[in-house]
């Protein structure tokens, strides 16, 4: 059983430029977290996606979007990268009603230069 | 608003050695607790978790943990110290329940070192 999977490992990008990050969530799971963590910190939630929509959200600015496709696969979209954008951007499924246990994926790790 | 304190940027013990990692939180509803674990350039892998039933709550590797509603803790313990055991812990809070639809708090995490 193949657990949360993200894409692409690494991103490089320069400041103004947008990005998208991808995640498969764990087989049976149907919502998908994103959160962001930045050097020496715990993560940060972004948001959430449930039957794709947009259930919850952080304290994040609307450059931040994202989408849930209907085999609950997952995307995050940044516009107008910011140097502060560079963190770890992780992903995490579970399943309604399973006590918000969350299983995360590697991550994508994302520079803005 | 939920929030979680971990006490302790970074904890050393020698191998063998008891592991006690802090945790307080606060919550104005009834929690779920989690601990999480990272090694570098990973993601987060799950500890343990307190749901509401057992306050001493067993997880992996040896770990476990014990919720006191009276005092908002939930420290991480584990008796002997392993090299394996050197990441950083991530202590987590929850809503049971409520509109949270399961978003995680984090705290600030803790670096565990283990010498030999």
């Known amino acids: 059983d193949a657990g949360v999977t993200q894409s692409p490992t690494h991103l490089i990008k320069t400041r103004g430029q947008q990005v998208t990050l991808r995640c498969s969530p764990k087989?049976?799971?149907?919502?998908v977290s994103w959160y962001q963590q930045a050097l020496g910190q715990g993560p940060q939630f972004i948001f959430q996606?449930?039957?794709?929509?947009?259930?919850q959200r952080g304290n994040f600015p609307d450059r931040f979007s994202g989408h849930q496709f209907p085999n609950y696969s997952s995307e995050l979209n940044v516009n107008a990268l910011l140097l502060g954008d560079s963190a770890l951007y992780l992903c995490?499924?579970?399943?309604?009603?399973?006590?918000?246990?969350?299983?995360f994926g590697p991550g994508t790790r994302l520079t803005v230069l | 608003a939920q929030s979680v304190t971990q006490l302790g940027s970074h904890v050393s013990v020698s191998e063998g050695a008891l592991v006690l990692l802090r945790c307080n939180y606060s919550?104005?509803?009834?929690?779920?607790l989690f601990w999480y674990v990272q090694y570098p350039n990973q993601g987060l892998q799950l500890l343990l978790k307190?749901?509401?039933?057992?306050?001493l709550v067993k997880g992996i590797n040896g770990f476990e943990a014990e919720f006191k509603k009276s005092e908002t803790s939930f420290h991480l313990t584990k008796p002997s110290a392993h090299m394996s055991d050197a990441a950083e812990y991530f202590c987590?809070?929850?809503?049971?329940?409520?509109?949270?639809?399961?978003?995680?708090?984090f705290g600030q995490g803790t670096i565990l070192t283990v010498h030999p």
């Open positions: 996606y449930y039957e794709e929509e947009e259930r």
């Open positions: 987590a809070v929850s809503d049971a329940g409520g509109t949270s639809y399961g978003k995680l708090t």
């Open positions: 307190y749901t509401s039933a057992a306050t």
């Open positions: 087989s049976g799971h149907d919502t």
């Open positions: 919550s104005s509803v009834p929690p779920y």
């Open positions: 995490a499924s579970h399943r309604v009603g399973s006590y918000n246990e969350q299983f």
